[in-house]
């Protein structure tokens, strides 16, 4: 991957497009979340803001809706049954025989339909897969700038700084913690989108994001922009929404709420609220998830950070060599000078 990429012209532009690395991070990146925001939107609000213009969007609702009550409701019985223990009965060789007979009917009778769906919409979304990917190369190709996706860190407080966290809160202490300022996080978002042309997926993350007060502002920024095609907050479920961010999520037609479900950690000491979370969610009628709540779901530990001992240069190429590169957005304001302060927007795309 190039140090820096040239798309001043056509030729440049398509050269680049020789490129393995730059066409997996660039175009395929971008289809994958271009057609996740098309999936993700949130169609009710749009529907009933203007019917005529997004009827065509009714069957889309009706397969998703579909496909997200087969998965809920099929999966977990699914998994039921595939988790089921073999009767003890070691007598008879044949009665073994029945139950796994059995086993394979029940899975007829609740996973095929799950499937056979599942290959419809698949089918169904091939087409759309195809629209996107004739958009995303138009767009290069015209010298547009699109983003696939970035993590909005807004603190790196948490409430529940578990041990191995993947976002490394853990080495974060009250003097070298980060919360961003609101007036920070604005203008980094605007000098970020006076310079591309679309964001296909932004994540607001932390530590724990709810612990951000000025958070329903930063959705309303997010959902203002017509160049931010999706966006979604992840939460703990240890904080309850206030009020005003509800409304902000309610009012918006791109966000959607990710719930992680830490019930199974170890160490877990602070009360979850996910079923209130969730309850309040749906009565507002906010799209959400519960990420990783199925029955076979375990708790996994990602191991010790160490390091490599590899210089900035080995740094710098084991990330332009990265597939799928982390790209997290702060605000220089709200870095301390501890950790190296100063301006820290460093927004350079591609990576
Ligand atoms: S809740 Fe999430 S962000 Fe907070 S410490 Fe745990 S893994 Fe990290």
Request: proline letters at 6%.
């Amino acid at each position: 991957m190039p140090n820096s990429l040239d798309l001043s012209t056509l030729s440049a532009r398509l050269k680049l497009l020789k490129h393995p690395t730059f066409k997996q991070r660039y175009i395929y990146r971008n289809i994958a979340k271009a057609t996740q925001a098309f999936l993700w939107a949130n169609y009710k609000a749009k529907i009933a803001s203007n019917p005529i213009s997004a009827i065509y969007l009714v069957p889309l609702l009706i397969l998703r809706k579909a496909l997200y009550i087969l998965e809920s409701k099929a999966a977990p019985l699914h998994a039921k049954i595939l988790s089921c223990p073999m009767p003890k009965i070691p007598t008879n060789a044949q009665k073994p025989m029945v139950w796994v007979f059995v086993k394979a009917i029940l899975w007829a009778m609740l996973v095929l339909p799950c499937c056979v769906c599942k290959s419809l919409l698949c089918a169904l979304l091939a087409p759309l897969s195809g629209i996107m990917r004739a958009r995303i190369y138009a767009r290069f190709l015209l010298g547009k700038v699109d983003m696939p996706y970035f993590e909005l860190v807004l603190t790196t407080r948490c409430t529940l700084r578990c041990e191995s966290c993947n976002n490394l809160m853990q080495y974060f202490d009250s003097k070298t913690a980060y919360t961003c300022t609101l007036s920070g996080i604005q203008s980094t978002l605007e000098a970020l989108l006076e310079r591309v042309d679309s964001i296909y997926w932004v994540r607001i993350i932390g530590g724990e994001p709810l612990l951000f007060k000025d958070i329903d502002t930063v959705v309303e920024i997010l959902d203002s922009s017509s160049k931010v095609k999706s966006f979604d907050i992840v939460t703990n479920a240890t904080i309850i929404p206030k009020p005003r961010l509800l409304e902000a999520l309610q009012a918006s037609s791109k966000c959607f709420v990710s719930i992680s479900d830490y019930t199974k950690s170890p160490n877990l000491s602070v009360k979850l609220h996910i079923q209130k979370l969730q309850d309040l969610l749906s009565a507002r009628k906010i799209p959400h998830s519960v990420l990783w709540q199925e029955a076979t779901a375990a708790w996994f530990s990602p191991g010790q950070i160490y390091k490599r001992g590899r210089d900035r240069q080995g740094i710098e190429a084991n990330f332009r060599s990265c597939l799928m590169p982390c790209v997290s957005v702060m605000s220089h304001e709200g870095i301390p000078k501890l950790i190296g302060g100063g301006n820290l927007l460093r927004i350079r795309l591609f990576g």
